[in-house]
């Protein structure tokens, strides 16, 4: 299937060169950029991209794209899922959908009416280890999930001026987590209690953010999880999980750059996790676009759709406000036949 | 230096044995029981225990013992300390001092007011893991502390007549991971948040105690404490502790019972956690008397006070207060000095 | 570059998939197979090669092609590479060169005479774990290597009728562990003492091989290399290496299916080894057509040359007559100037 | 049981202070000496020791001494044992009994016809790790055995005066890894190859010993041992084993002196293997003396007896001949029955 990309910062560069890496079922016809700079050029040459384009509208026209990638910032996404569905074309979106869940809804609303797929942007769900523990959970080899452990450290904290649009560390960071948390626990989440502090950099304060938070998520069936983050890590990019449930425990330590080990006098070494987000998660990418090509030709379930963002940013956005108020924030039961 | 034991459940025994296997400095030259019972006195012999009363106060009586260990239920502790203290003895007692922290600063004050040494038995400060990772830590290799995430599963609840006197699993269990927090930290609490939950067996409920339970502890140093505790453990005796600094991150795994890897088809396997806290503790609680011999010997400070039995009791209590409130509680700052 | 294979059995395949799966600099324009069957053409459309040939001088004659894989059965590489070179290709060619080191020799001639780059398939110089341990014992962190420890256990042995020509089990399989320890040790192998049996299938006996080995290297700087080797491992594919020297020592553990743990009632689960060696070595596979096109393009030495298969051939070729002679088998010096 | 113990060498002073610390069923009557040092006497009021002598005979006559722990220079060993015996204690004797074969089967004839047992310091047996591997083996876990790996490093070497009677490298040291491989193989030794070198300081081989060695065991069932031995290890002392067999492998990793990581930038650390042999096998030692007493008592077979330490001299004398003359050297069949 041809697909476009709209949007070639960061995460829609990222997405056409690992595109190009591995064999997906998805070949990336165009890429529509807000400005034809010339360094854009260079890249897409590098990268495969055959056709530049600065108007996001010759994607949705072409009649040869099936799918489009939208790696926009993020108050732009729903409009583009809106417009995309209308023009038939199966929706990939980076998370947040939008800030605003009733946004959220619309876009889901309208890939339904449209019979267009919509996935979002949960890489995590598709990495070999959380996915593994996340099988063996539901097939029961855990039994009743108890407690769940996430941990996300990133090795340093995005540029200020990318703060302020961000929905600050729960909607932009933890929102991984969150999710993780509803992969895992195979429940929903009924109520949060969030901290968050500035510990490394007073300028993330005054941006109006954290740079490291908590929180504790209580499911419907029981479990809770307990998450940590923070948006800067000395020996790499950290990102854990533990669920221990009435059978035993599963735990996902990070990738490794070697499994070479090092022993010398007075103590023995071992490689740091591999990081950052690129290359950790390259292969997950890889395997969210496959399956996402799956689910466009009808063949799998759409595995992480508008509705698990929606639940991520509901609850992400209770967290933000149970950190600012300091007190637990019960979630309306939402369920995803009701939405 | 001849002590005395006073009670003979399972950690006087525990601990009259541990006497008897390591080299401490401490000799038990008697144990007072409650009741003289006949299987008793051939647990003594066997223990190398030579003198046996059921008048505890022969220990306080006896010149020839410098110290007591007292390992009664927990709400005769306070008086007890008192009595020890007011006959000159050194006390080494099991936690809680007391579940009302009035007491506890009674008991406090008459030991300084006698001159003499005041243990708690947080043995945990003397495990060879836990203790690595505060003197790292106090070296300042970690930097500052941000997050600590303490985990300890128990094998299985105890009986639960145990529990309506035991203060709950926050007072009883949880209790070594918040003197782990702040062992850890360095730093004061002062704020908690607490969950409990009962997942195991309803009969829990009833006697009016969780099973599992969560809680986050703000320090004043802006270090985050995220604890989970559970009475049932499907794999063993879990008991690990994170670090996260500025500079880099500890981890302490579990001990185990070898160091055996056997791989067949599809997995490998290695061998389980040691359980339960005895042998887990074993040579903890035989560094832990040695500290203690040591201390009344005037060679070296006490290493678990009153002071520290006193502020792991507060934020028990308050934990307690938060799970049954469902909100944050704030802890009043108290100093060493000031009590 | 544009390159051609010829030859399209297991390991020909393998390599035009890995040259489309990953960016190395080279791109498949031809395969030469010996008969143009249907099956070769279905695989050939997916596997994204354009021309299929049966006549491999189709290739050497295509001035578009700038070197050749060869990839047929052991007994024709070292007239392909003669071939090739003198058609002004350079040349990769999997391992064995030949079974005879004349015929390496005529064949490093060759390449030489025409100027073109003749690199062997020792793979395992370019993963990741036995890199490293490589660069950092060249870098000294390893001070004086003593002793080499190489394991490699396949998951089951090849098909009969595979063995007669393979040279048998020192020259087939024993080679990639030979040449590890020459790529660890930094030195020349002065002596060897081996030893083969049959323990898993009668019917290698017959076929003229052995199914398990075990050699003793003796370097000329005083290193010892133990290698042991078994055609049939019930738990996967296991290939280590470690290293030890006077500084410090070097492990290399096998690389994992997932980072995931799993804690039981009486054990903990950790993944088996990737295998077989496809994927276990589809990133170094990748990383040595990439090295491969640097050294066709001058931009690097060749690191796996026609010396490397000289000298694992003459290793192997002694190892092969020690465990037939029950005796140590000594080399003459051979310096890379002196062939 | 009461114990003597005749020699208070290192490893004499070492069992009695295992013995005072660990309940093991025996205990430390008197100690024989070849001189009555001043330090012997702090030593011994330190060790709990009651009676030093520097007469064995007094040990011998003394009626409430039920056996001898014979802690001399190797080659008093088998007198020592004959005197013993006939004066009807029971024996446990360091390795080596003897560097003559002939007087080990002398030494075993005399307490065959005592009927005392005789026991050999084979210690490993009693480590937890390699005898949980015995035990799975032997409970048929691992098939059948096919190679077996066993590496040993010491610290340091011991001091050169030591070496001469020592016996070299191949009894002295690597008689350990032979005792491990014959205790996991199940079966008996064939015939040897060894090699021995001089790689950390020339006055080992003026002294006329070895550093560092390996040697290649066949066993008559078909399995395969490689050993590797180093004198002198800088990250500490190294002793693992692994066993691959027709259904798995196991493997035995080092003892860690804490299970804590620290995660660095750029790697993450974990601990040094403990040693030297004391404490790594402290729990060895005292389970040892645990299974001897047992044995005396006539509750338990013994566990490393003195065919044991003929079948590991005779291996190690033929490994000497080996090394020294080249070649690999055959063992004629012998039985424990026809000894």
Redesign the interface.
């Given at each position: 299937m041809d697909v476009g990309i709209i949007g070639a910062g960061r995460i829609g560069k990222t997405h056409a060169e690992v595109l190009?890496?591995?064999?997906t079922g998805l070949h990336v016809r165009a890429v529509a950029v807000r400005q034809l700079r010339r360094e854009l050029a260079g890249w897409a040459r590098d990268a495969g991209v055959a056709c530049l384009t600065n108007d996001y509208h010759d994607l949705l026209r072409d009649p040869r794209i099936g799918a489009v990638l939208i790696c926009t910032p993020g108050d732009s996404h729903a409009r583009l899922i809106e417009e995309a569905a209308d023009a038939g074309k199966h929706v990939f979106c980076e998370k947040p959908v939008s800030l605003s869940p009733q946004r959220v809804v619309d876009a889901m609303r309208a890939a339904d009416r449209a019979g267009v797929v919509l996935q979002v942007g949960f890489q995590r769900r598709f990495d070999?280890?959380f996915r593994?523990?996340h099988d063996?959970i539901v097939a029961g080899?855990l039994?009743?999930v108890?407690?769940l452990?996430l941990?996300s450290?990133n090795i340093a904290p995005p540029p200020l001026s990318y703060l302020p649009g961000s929905g600050g560390i729960f909607l932009d960071m933890m929102v991984h987590d969150i999710d993780m948390a509803r992969y895992l626990a195979c429940s929903e989440v009924r109520e949060v209690?969030a901290?968050g502090?500035v510990?490394?950099d007073p300028a993330i304060r005054e941006a109006g953010d954290y740079d490291?938070a908590?929180a504790?998520l209580?499911f419907e069936n029981?479990a809770?999880a307990?998450i940590?983050n923070?948006r800067?890590?000395?020996?790499?990019h950290?990102q854990r999980a533990e669920a221990?449930g009435?059978?035993?425990?599963?735990?996902?330590?990070?990738?490794?750059?070697?499994?070479?080990?090092?022993?010398?006098?007075?103590?023995?070494?071992?490689?740091?996790p591999v990081g950052p987000f690129l290359p950790r998660y390259e292969q997950a990418y890889a395997a969210q676009f496959a399956a996402f090509a799956a689910a466009c030709a009808g063949d799998a379930p759409v595995q992480a759709d508008g509705f698990d963002g929606l639940q991520a940013l509901r609850i992400g956005l209770a967290a933000r406000q149970s950190a600012a108020e300091?007190?637990?924030v019960a979630l309306p039961t939402l369920t995803r036949g009701t939405v």
């Open positions: 190009r890496r591995h064999a070999r280890n593994l523990m063996r080899g039994g009743d108890r407690t452990k941990t450290r209690y901290h502090d510990l490394t490291t908590a504790m209580k029981g809770t307990l940590d923070c800067q890590c000395s020996y790499g950290d221990f009435s059978r035993g425990c599963l735990t996902a330590d990070n990738e490794r750059a070697s499994t070479v080990s090092l022993h010398l006098d007075g103590h023995a070494e071992y490689a740091a300091n007190r637990p």
